[in-house]
């Protein structure tokens, strides 16, 4: 956990944010893949709505597999820890589904949250949404916002609410969320997949045995598909077409996570996989006899 924990809500004071600056970023799974759909639209325009004090300077759109709460909360971490910069602004609505604890949407809270380094959080406390900053988080809360009445909370609340939140309404936000009731990131799964079909996970290479790591390929399972995968950990580069263990690109500076890839193909297709669902399951990483 964070060392110095705020007491309450604390953001820069309105006269402190510059007009036109802040980014909204939208981590969202509206249009079911891994793709922009209209509802990003509609969300757009209302926090343009409620922008009183015309301090929005862009609202982009960062759309996640359906109810990948697993995904969601790994492009939170990424983009809020690793991808940050002094004016972002995260935005979030992801529904678990799958064997993550589903609460029913009236009990699901929409929650505000600061991490370390100053970025606001705004998501639905669900699944693994949070689990990704969990130890970043200096503080979170609830806010104060219907959680009944719209099926399109994400347009018809929550903009509003973040918008006043923002600008200085504090009486939005409610009681301190204990932050161990988050669950831990689990290990061993896909948490991403991107526009190229890459799988990213959330292995650590320090997860990995020696054995693994000194194997020049080893036997990897996901999603109940199993393939002979170069690994090159082990030294070695892989060539046009052969699937590969690799060091990835997210996850932080020196202790990025693992990726599996097919050079100039489709890793994702290899294992079946049209999305980082939540109840996937984990990755097996087996070593195999060389001959």
């Not at 991403?192 to 959330?202: I, P, Q, R």
């Not at 054995?211 to 030294?235: D, E, F, M, P, Q």
């Amino acid at each position: 956990m964070s060392n110095h924990k705020l007491k309450s809500w604390v953001y820069r004071s309105p006269d402190r944010i510059s007009p036109h600056t802040l980014h909204i970023e939208v981590i969202a799974d509206y249009g079911g893949g891994h793709s922009t759909d209209h509802a990003f639209a509609e969300v757009r325009n209302h926090f343009l709505r409620f922008d009183k004090g015309k301090k929005i300077r862009l609202v982009t759109e960062h759309p996640v597999f359906a109810f990948s709460t697993l995904e969601t909360g790994f492009w939170i971490s990424q983009e809020g820890l690793h991808s940050e910069h002094k004016d972002l602004v995260i935005f979030s609505n992801t529904a678990p589904r799958g064997d993550v604890v589903w609460r029913g949407h009236e009990t699901q809270g929409f929650v505000c949250g600061i991490l370390d380094n100053g970025i606001p959080i705004f998501a639905v406390n669900a699944g693994y949404n949070l689990s990704f900053v969990k130890d970043r988080l200096k503080g979170l809360w609830e806010v104060k916002v219907p959680n009944v009445g719209t099926q399109f909370r994400s347009r018809d609340y929550y903009p509003e609410v973040t918008m006043a939140i923002l600008q200085g309404n504090s009486t939005k936000v409610g009681k301190e969320v204990n932050l161990r009731e988050i669950p831990a990131v689990p290990n061993f799964v896909v948490a991403s997949v991107d526009g190229y079909g890459n799988l990213k996970t959330t292995i650590r290479r320090s997860y990995l045995s020696d054995r693994v790591l000194s194997s020049k390929k080893v036997k990897v399972t996901i999603n109940n598909a199993s393939h002979i995968v170069l690994n090159t950990l082990a030294g070695g580069h892989g060539k046009v077409g052969e699937l590969c263990m690799v060091q990835g690109s997210s996850g932080g500076k020196n202790r990025t996570y693992i990726e599996f890839i097919r050079m100039q193909g489709r890793a994702a297709d290899d294992f079946h996989i049209d999305g980082p669902r939540d109840d996937m399951g984990k990755i097996v990483i087996e070593t195999i006899r060389e001959g």
